[in-house]
């Protein structure tokens, strides 16, 4: 049976679409379904969300108009993801209501090795093309006897505590002290992508390629959400850096606090980091990204969109180095009543940036040469007041102590 305009319809699926999935989709399984049954496919795939929340069924007239294909069209593209099991089409009994299960697409190796699919895919592109996509698929081979096995082992990451009747495996508490983390945004593999993301290597300035670095450390964008934030804002050739930062937030938006995955490597602590308090710190400054710092001087708790948005300009306008921005920002905590104040943080990173500091012990010690904060004229706060002065909450005295141990 063929579906009509005005039939109704809801949709399952049990699984997250991912971009290996959608690659898969494209490059093995359009030759054989056509670009609308992956269009149609990937519409289906979208249109889960909406449907599942509000728990109600929609009309094929409307997905007739979100994709451009006629009814014909529709349908028959609907038959070939039924037929590739893409698509399982249910009717429910007493009434013309439709239910379309969406399937996860097999597996690059399951699909070659599938006599039928396989077969038809090499029919379809011919030998020459054939080859060339397999090709896309093969995983190099290492030979591991070049390598050495340096992963952590259980031990040394867990331990197991008797919890009164019952045993239990929980982290090692060293895990999570900053003076043993590394933030890590991996460039190199964000460049060895962009071929995948169809994003010519020429448009990545040296000026884009620290922005790219700079959103990613602030905001926690993974890589692969990095290159289609990328792909999103070329525009004539050139990527525009307005719409890649705010995509960027609004990635950040979007996650919720629970999935957010901070990207750390940790590195093994010298005799010289397991020194006295204002070493470990140090290092801590050198070693965290801006948003760590923000996070946990906020108890672990998210960094706000506001306080990211005044680190991000702060540091892009003024180009300062993390580990320099960093000391600012614990900076302007300590003097602003743990405030992000725009203006406080402008004046003070503009100084420094026309000293040259460029060093975390030379940021530091310009910190410590702000003796004169208290008599100085006040400061607007850059809040929706700005009239508002800002007054130090520390004396001279106590802001001495503070810079004096920096912690």
């Known amino acids: 049976m063929e579906l009509l305009a005005s039939s109704k319809y809801g949709i399952k699926c049990n699984y997250p679409l991912e971009i290996i999935q959608v690659k898969t989709l494209n490059m093995l399984y359009q030759p054989l379904i056509g670009h609308e049954g992956v269009s149609l496919y990937l519409t289906l795939a979208s249109d889960v969300k909406q449907l599942s929340l509000t728990r109600s069924t929609s009309l094929v007239s409307r997905i007739l108009k979100i994709t451009g294909m006629s009814l014909k069209s529709f349908n028959d593209a609907l038959k070939r993801l039924e037929a590739l099991k ?54 190099p081979v290492i030979k591991e006897e070049s390598y050495k096995d340096v992963s952590a082992r259980f031990g040394d990451v867990f331990e197991i505590v008797n919890q009164g009747e019952r045993f239990v495996a929980q982290a090692k508490s060293i895990v999570n002290k900053p003076s043993n983390r590394i933030f890590d945004w991996d460039y190199a593999s964000f460049e060895q992508e962009l071929g995948n993301y169809q994003i010519p290597v020429k448009i990545i300035t040296p000026k884009i390629k620290e922005r790219i670095i700079q959103l990613g450390h602030l905001y926690q964008v993974d890589v692969l959400t990095m290159l289609s934030i ?39 602590v010298s005799p010289q980091q397991l020194g006295n308090v204002k070493d470990k710190h140090l290092y801590y400054l050198k070693s965290a990204s801006p948003f760590e710092i923000l996070q946990d001087h906020q108890g672990g708790v998210e960094p706000v969109k506001r306080d990211l948005q005044v680190v991000e300009s702060i540091m892009t306008n003024l180009q300062l180095n993390v580990e320099v921005m960093n000391v600012l920002i614990e900076f302007t905590l300590m003097v602003c009543d743990n405030k992000i ?21 030379q940021a530091i010690e310009k910190a410590r040469e702000y003796r004169s904060f208290q008599s100085a004229s006040p400061i607007n706060i850059d809040t929706d007041s700005p009239q508002k002065e800002y007054k130090p909450s520390v004396n001279e005295n106590d802001l001495e102590d503070i810079l004096d141990s920096f912690n």
């Open 230 to 268: 990328v792909r999103q804002s070329i525009a004539a050739n050139t990527i525009n850096l307005e719409m890649m930062a705010q995509l960027a937030r609004n990635h950040y938006d979007l996650i919720e606090p629970a999935t957010i995955e901070n990207v750390y490597r940790y590195a093994p």
């Open 341 to 361: 104040v725009k203006a406080f943080m402008e004046t003070h990173g503009a100084s420094w940036r026309r000293s040259k500091i460029e060093t975390a012990e």
């Open 86 to 139: 893409l698509v399982t089409t249910y009717m429910y009994q007493g009434d013309e209501r439709w239910l379309l299960e969406i399937n996860p697409p097999l597996e690059p190796l399951r699909f070659f090795e599938n006599g039928i699919l396989n077969t038809l895919l090499k029919e379809r592109l011919g030998e020459d093309d054939y080859s060339k996509t397999v090709l896309n698929y093969k995983i």
